[in-house]
Structure formats: structure tokens, C-alpha cells
């Protein structure tokens, strides 16, 4: 048996904002980091960086430096050495399919039968032991995510995705026709170039900064997928790290870094925590507090702790009302 549950995780109120904090955010991506160094009196912090314009390597001198280098992260290896990711027991079969030119094709007017709510919602399609995101991008793409209970792949140079054998994708074919309905089963077979992603985490940091070095977005809190947190929660550290420092000046920063890790500590601890439970439950592992869940026998109220809205701050973003 297999089920597919449709969400609306952002409501217009929410999406309006996010997308207010995107337009105040300016990108700039002409240096590459190589390193950095804190000076001896704890002031400036020195970075190495090459211009990717003419790969000259030049010395940066700031007063903070904000490490927002992913769940991978070189920076927070300075200060956290001993770290190690968690991995999850699980990977992800990923891709995206462009139908540009194809609106009308069999495969995609099947799909819309299938999906009615495909462009307006995420679509959670539920197996044993397994489960699967469906949601539809812009520019005519549908994206598909699979997450597929295994041992943990041997992981090649600093990244978490892995090459594919043509091999491993003929299995895939035929794994998706024996789990997924046919409208699902074939968006995965006429996809190009699937990959995967081994999925980690780690439990939540005690601190996310040291001296004028601070953590933000994956550096600060890798995170499994499930609670379709990573990107909000990223934002929301720059957000409320950027009110701590307009409140405090530069004359406070350690007040500033102080208040910020003191207000997105707790909520983004709870949110790994709460994604972390989330895909146990929808992989069918084993968890100590509850039954394993099984599509065929679940409950309306077994699936409430699945839903997007039940992950902790999901409505109430914590902005620095104090500030």
C-alpha cells in the first residue's frame, strides 16, 4: 500500500516575508576562502581569500567573520575539530525532470491526474520503510526526492553527494515500478542524471560562535531534510544576526553574537532534533518512544507528527522582537 499526503507548508503571510528578507539580501561570490586567522588581542580576523576574476590570493582584515561554509564546514572545523556528522541510515535518489516543451506529454498529464494539487503544495508519498517528496519547480521542472534505508556509502573528497553507475540507475527503474505508482514510477524513469545524497546531521552545537567568528545556515546546524527547515532557518540566522548587530554596534559585537546565539540556539536545536525524529518515523526506523510506522495500519493520528506544521516554530519565526 502506498499513500501520498499534499501540504501547503508556506501561507501567503509567510511567504511574503521570506521573500522580503530575500530581496534585502545582496550576493557576492567574486572571492573564493582559503583560510583565516584571529589576531593575538582578539580583534581583527584575517582572511585568505582568491579573486576567482584573476585567482589572485589576497589578505581580508574584518572585524567578523561569518561562516556560512555548510553542513561541511571548514571553519567550524577550527573550533569543533572532533566533530562528526551523523549519518542517518538513509540516502536520497534525487532529480529533476524538465518537461519544458512536454506540458502535454502522457507522462505529465498522468502526473497532474494523479497530483491535482502538483504547483501548489508538496506531495508526501508514504511506502514501508520508505518515502518520497514530490513538488513541482518553476520553468516547467518537477523535482523528486527517495530516500532509501541503507548502509552508509563509502563518500569520495568533501561532499555528501555520490556518484551513480548506470548500473545503480537500471535498479532504480526497477525498484520505482515495484514501490511507486505508475505517474511517480515514471517521472523517476525519464529523469536525467539522478544522483544521490547521503543524508547526516549532528547533534545540536553547545555554541555557535567564538570570539569574532560565528556560524550560520548548515554550519551551524546540519540538518536532515525532512522538516523542509535548511533554507529558513539559514535565512532566519542572517536576519536576526544582522538585528543583533545593528542593535549592538560594533563597539558590542560580543554582546551581539552573544544574543543572537542565545535567541536561534534553542529553536534550531529543537528543529535538527524534530527532523531527525520525522525521517526515522517515515523510514520505518526504530525509535525508542514509539511503534514502528507502517502506511498500511497508520492512523490519522499516527500521521499528525509527519506534518510540516508540527515541526517546533513552524508558524512563529523568531525574530528579535527585544531588539
Known amino acids: ?7 501547503r507548508p508556506i501561507g501567503p503571510t509567510s511567504m511574503a516575508f521570506y521573500m522580503e528578507l530575500y530581496r534585502s539580501i545582496q550576493f557576492c561570490g567574486v572571492h573564493l576562502f582559503l583560510s583565516f586567522c584571529i589576531s593575538d588581542d582578539k580583534a581583527p580576523v584575517k582572511v585568505m581569500a582568491r579573486v576567482l576574476e584573476n585567482e589572485e590570493v589576497i ?20 573550533f569543533l575539530p572532533d566533530l562528526r556528522l551523523r549519518y542517518s541510515g538513509y540516502s536520497a535518489w534525487r532529480g529533476v525532470l524538465d518537461f519544458s516543451g512536454d506540458e502535454n506529454s502522457d507522462t505529465i498529464i498522468n502526473l ?13 508519498n508514504q511506502g514501508s520503510g520508505t518515502h518520497c517528496v514530490l513538488f513541482e519547480l518553476q520553468n516547467k ?8 534505508n541503507q ?3 563509502e563518500l569520495k573528497g568533501n561532499s555528501v553527494t555520490m556518484k551513480v553507475s548506470s548500473n545503480m540507475i537500471e535498479k532504480l527503474h526497477e525498484e520505482a515500478e515495484k514501490i511507486w505508482v505508475p505517474e511517480l514510477s515514471r517521472i523517476v524513469k525519464e529523469t536525467k542524471e539522478p544522483f544521490v545524497n547521503v543524508i547526516y546531521d549532528c547533534d545540536p552545537l553547545e555554541q555557535l560562535f567564538w570570539d569574532n567568528v560565528v556560524l550560520i545556515g548548515d554550519a551551524a546546524h546540519p540538518i536532515t531534510p525532512h522538516g523542509s527547515r535548511s533554507t529558513n532557518m539559514s535565512i532566519l540566522d542572517a536576519a536576526i544576526l544582522g538585528r543583533c548587530l545593528e542593535k549592538w554596534k560594533l563597539g558590542n559585537l ?12 534553542p529553536v534550531i ?10 525521517g526515522r518515523i517515515k523510514q520505518g526506523l526504530v525509535l525508542p518512544d514509539r511503534k514502528i510506522f507502517d502506511p498500511k495500519t497508520a492512523t490519522p493520528e499516527d500521521c499528525q507528527e ?3 506544521k508540527s515541526v517546533p516554530f513552524f508558524a512563529t519565526p523568531s525574530l528579535v522582537d527585544s531588539t
Not at 589578505?59 to 577550527?78: F, H, P
Not at 504547483?119 to 508526501?124: E, S, T
Open 1 to 7: 500500500m502506498r499513500t501520498s499526503i499534499s501540504e
Open 112 to 124: 497532474r491526474k494523479a497530483y491535482p494539487e502538483l504547483g501548489k503544495c508538496l506531495y508526501f
Open 254 to 265: 560580543a554582546m551581539a553574537l552573544k544574543e543572537f546565539q542565545s535567541i536561534r540556539l
Open 141 to 148: 521542472r518537477i523535482n523528486w526526492i527517495w530516500y532509501i
Open 151 to 153: 548502509p552508509e556509502p
Open 59 to 78: 589578505q581580508i582584515v574584518a572585524d567578523l567573520l561569518v561562516a556560512a561554509d555548510g553542513c561541511l564546514s571548514t571553519i567550524r572545523r577550527n
Open 269 to 278: 536545536s529543537k528543529q535538527v532534533l524534530h527532523s531527525r525524529r520525522m
Open 306 to 308: 509527519l506534518l510540516q
